[in-house]
């Protein structure tokens, strides 16, 4: 999605959860700075992902669906999604986060293209950018030069917004926007506010013509 058109969905999203804008633009530009020039252009990015992709979301029965995954698909991975694929030997083309999953355990996924977004409540973890040798930044707001936008709100409906971009047939597993998953430190309340948004946009998505194939029939 062009990101002028994603900024009318986001001017809802910033008003429902009382984002400031100053703390975005003060994020994306961090992570700008930090950066640098050391990013996939954005026609490497649409190199990678190709005519197919699987998107994997982090939901509780994720582990459960793995195996809809075939040999060699080309896979987007919502942060810590990743993690569970990693230690079953599944690579990860491509994984989007915010940095506020297991740090740790992202960084020892050396094969993967990482697509760090900037918002205003992660600057702090914005430094560990530098730990991941393949990645490019993105931002919910204007982007700059180095910090994509390619529209989509939370690390999962990203994944789906950045295949949607590069027209890909998008399989979706590990999603269950009902039964929310939540790392510790995380206010349920708020997840379930956000897990509301990411079935929006994806729906949303879809009747703009996305072409989308739901894995599991019961998560749509
Ligand atoms: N049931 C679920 N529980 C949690 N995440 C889910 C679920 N179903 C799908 N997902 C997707 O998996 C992604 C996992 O990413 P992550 O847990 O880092 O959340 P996030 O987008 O950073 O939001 P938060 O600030 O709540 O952590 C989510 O962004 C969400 O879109
Ligand atoms: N300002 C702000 N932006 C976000 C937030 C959040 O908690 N604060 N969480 C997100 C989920 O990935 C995506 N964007
Ligand atoms: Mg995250």
């Known amino acids: 999605m062009k990101w002028k058109n994603w900024m009318k969905l986001y001017e809802e999203i910033e008003r429902d959860f009382k984002f400031r804008r100053e703390k975005e633009i003060e994020s994306r530009n961090t992570l700008s700075k930090i950066l640098g020039d050391k990013v996939l252009s954005i026609g490497d990015i649409g190199n990678l992902i190709g005519e197919e992709v699987y998107v994997v979301g982090f939901s509780p029965s994720l582990e459960n669906e793995i195996e809809l995954i075939p040999d060699r698909a080309t896979i987007i991975a919502a942060d810590d999604a990743a993690v569970?694929?990693?230690?079953?030997?599944?690579?990860?083309?491509?994984?989007?986060?915010?940095?506020?999953?297991?740090i740790d355990s992202l960084i020892r996924i050396k094969s993967s293209?990482?697509?760090?977004?900037?918002?205003?409540?992660?600057?702090?973890?914005?430094?560990?950018?530098?730990?991941?040798?393949?990645k490019f930044g993105t931002t919910q707001i204007e982007p700059l030069e180095n910090v994509y936008n390619?529209?989509?709100?939370?690390?999962?409906?990203?994944?789906?917004?950045?295949a949607a971009h590069f027209d890909a047939k998008i399989h979706i597993l590990g999603f269950d926007f009902?039964?929310?998953?939540?790392?510790?430190g995380k206010d349920m309340i708020r997840?379930?506010?956000?897990?509301?948004?990411?079935?929006?946009?994806?729906?949303?998505l879809e009747q703009s013509g996305a072409k989308i194939i739901w894995e599991n029939l019961n998560s749509k």
């Open 84 to 102: 569970i694929l990693n230690d079953l030997g599944i690579k990860p083309t491509i994984v989007m986060s915010d940095l506020d999953g297991d």
């Open 113 to 134: 293209v990482f697509g760090i977004h900037a918002h205003g409540d992660n600057i702090p973890l914005l430094p560990y950018a530098e730990f991941f040798p393949k």
């Open 150 to 162: 390619f529209g989509g709100f939370t690390d999962g409906d990203r994944c789906v917004f950045l």
């Open 178 to 184: 009902e039964n929310p998953r939540i790392k510790e």
């Open 191 to 204: 997840k379930r506010k956000k897990l509301r948004w990411a079935k929006y946009l994806i729906h949303y």
